[in-house]
């Protein structure tokens, strides 16, 4: 993992509440053009829990439209 996309993942995932876009658009981007797997299936993973209505457990429902 470079530095750079382990500190993208952290503020992806910490964005999510604030700045959904935001958090989308960077989880998306990890997902596709991340150079170690595991921060790229992290991201992916991440993404399918959101849609899938799953990351409720964490953020309230109104930060996750």
Do not use: C, H
Request: hydrophobic share 40%; charged share 30%.
């Amino acid at each position: 993992q470079t530095p750079e996309e382990e500190l993208r993942m952290l503020a992806a995932d910490n964005l999510i509440p604030l700045e959904p876009k935001k958090a989308k658009k960077l989880l998306s981007d990890l997902a596709k053009n991340a150079s170690n797997v595991f921060i790229g299936i992290q991201a992916e993973t991440t993404l399918d829990e959101w849609k899938a209505g799953r990351l409720a457990t964490r953020y309230p429902r109104s930060f996750l439209r």
